[in-house]
């Protein structure tokens, strides 16, 4: 066994643990608050990407890439926003399959809208930067997996300063700790819901867009795989744990490529059992510690 060939291994499954985890984030902070699963928060991801596609692509607008940057995350905020006032602000809260169903027939409305105005084809996205590879010992790191990791952990332990040490994040805590009691003395629960909202949506889209870049594609049904791995990551971690939702979500990156270098050293298919990883992690999790590993019931941060 080769400790360089393991190591490059560990350094793939950052770069695609670091993406996990800015979707993860997002989602586990607005299920903290809301107490409901947003099934079509995954699909930020995949409006992102098309958002680069149509906006900046030599076959879109070609605004390029800064300004479609720039309109992809405004447009977040807006998608959020009317997502919220349209959609999640009107259903209640106490019938939980409602809540599902309205926000998975949201998913499956945009991805096929954006699916038929892509024409059912995963299209080339322009890069956001330069890809460069550097060689270390052996090791082989691009830039990518070097920015992702950086925004992953810049958004993540500001999120956490946010919910800590602003009156805004701390208002968050409140209304997700106790709702109805936030409500009684006076804070803006609704206020605060739409906030985490726009919060995880806004993630979500950095993370579609370092996504994109990473790839250099756009799929419109790219959330049908990332919504798993979103579920996995909140859940192990436990609903509201940000910084639990970074632990697992490098860690979960990381143990499916380790399944890609198992598969090369026992001479099997790895890729087949990569996504059975997280569901079998949430199986044991569930049964173990049902808050999740770093969770506590009611509670974000």
């Not at 080339?124 to 060689?135: C, N, Q, R």
């Not at 009156?167 to 906030?195: D, S, Y």
């Not at 087949?272 to 079998?280: F, H, K, M, P, T």
């Amino acid at each position: 066994m080769s400790l360089t060939e393991f190591l490059q291994y560990v350094i793939d499954g950052l770069g695609s643990g670091t993406l996990y985890v800015l979707v993860a984030i997002g989602f586990t902070l607005v299920f903290g608050v809301m107490g409901l699963m947003n099934v079509a928060h995954a699909d930020f991801y995949m409006l992102a990407a098309f958002g680069l596609f149509f906006l900046g692509g030599a076959e879109g607008l070609g605004w390029g890439v800064l300004a479609a940057t720039i309109s992809v995350l405004i447009g977040s905020l807006l998608v959020g926003f009317a997502m919220f006032h349209l959609i999640l602000k009107r259903l209640d809260k106490e019938i939980m399959i409602a809540f599902f169903v309205a926000t998975l027939g949201v998913s499956f409305f945009l991805e096929n809208l954006v699916a038929k105005l892509a024409d059912f084809r995963v299209r080339s996205v322009p890069a956001l930067f330069t890809t460069h590879t550097y060689v270390i010992e052996g090791l082989y790191i691009t830039n990518s997996v070097v920015v992702s990791l950086a925004a992953a952990l810049i958004i993540t332990f500001g999120l956490l300063a946010f919910l800590n040490y602003t009156e805004p994040g701390q208002l968050l805590r409140a209304v997700a700790e106790n709702a109805m009691l936030a409500k009684g003395v006076g804070i803006n629960t609704g206020g605060m819901t739409l906030l985490a909202v726009l919060i995880g949506s806004c993630i979500a889209v950095i993370g579609g867009l370092l996504y994109a870049n990473t790839t250099s594609t756009a799929d419109p049904f790219v959330a049908n795989t990332v919504s798993l791995k979103m579920f996995a990551v909140a859940i192990v971690a436990g609903i509201g744990s940000v910084g639990g939702a970074l632990v697992v979500g490098l860690f979960l990156g990381i143990a499916e490529s380790l399944t890609l270098w198992v598969g090369v050293r026992g001479g099997f298919d790895g890729s087949q059992w990569q996504n059975v990883i997280g569901l079998v992690l949430m199986v044991v999790v569930l049964m173990t510690r049902p808050h999740g590993l770093f969770g506590k019931s009611e509670r974000i941060g």
